[in-house]
């Protein structure tokens, strides 16, 4: 029977082995997070130590940051009052934006929002803005995305 070698037998990821989904992984993620920020909260009103935990909220919160901001939901309104949150040592309210994102997107109810089809809007104009800086207005994605942009504001 072979054996691995030392080398080769490294401890993989939780994402390296079988099926990967990006929206599970997305919501395992957010998961861990709200994990942390209650982990926070518990270890603040006790007065315990919350610097290991938050070492790991913050490894949790970078990867997050760079993708999340850029989606509709929970967009960079909502990441902002969460790093707001963190920033200030309200533990409690971090850990309740958490929550709040995480049930939204498990559930997608952040889709039914009466406010997704404003910021669906919102990263339409920003998108529109950048492309039109990087090339020619006549350009036929740029005239559509125009034309989409039209029809939201109506």
Same mark, same amino acid.
């Given at each position: 029977m072979p054996t691995q070698s030392s080398k080769t037998s490294k401890s993989p990821s939780r994402y390296s082995v079988g099926m990967f989904s990006a929206g599970e992984a997305r919501c395992d993620r957010w998961?861990?997070?709200a994990h942390a920020g209650q982990t926070l909260v518990a270890q603040s009103s006790s007065d315990s130590s919350t610097k290991e935990t938050l070492a790991t909220v913050e490894a949790l919160l970078a990867p997050l940051s760079a993708l999340?901001? $850029?989606r509709a939901?929970?967009?960079e309104a909502m990441m902002t009052?969460?790093?707001d949150a963190l920033g200030r040592r309200d533990?409690?309210?971090f850990s309740r934006i958490t929550n709040r994102i995480v049930k939204a997107i498990i559930t997608g109810s952040y889709r039914r929002s009466a406010n997704a089809h404003a910021l669906c809007a919102g990263h339409f104009r920003k998108l529109h803005g950048l492309i039109e800086?990087?090339?020619?207005?006549s350009t036929p994605f740029l005239q $559509?995305?125009?034309r989409v942009l039209r029809v939201?504001?109506?």
């Open positions: 998961q861990d997070l999340e901001t $850029f939901y929970p967009g009052a969460l790093k533990y409690s309210s800086a990087a090339v020619s207005a $559509f995305l125009g939201v504001d109506q």
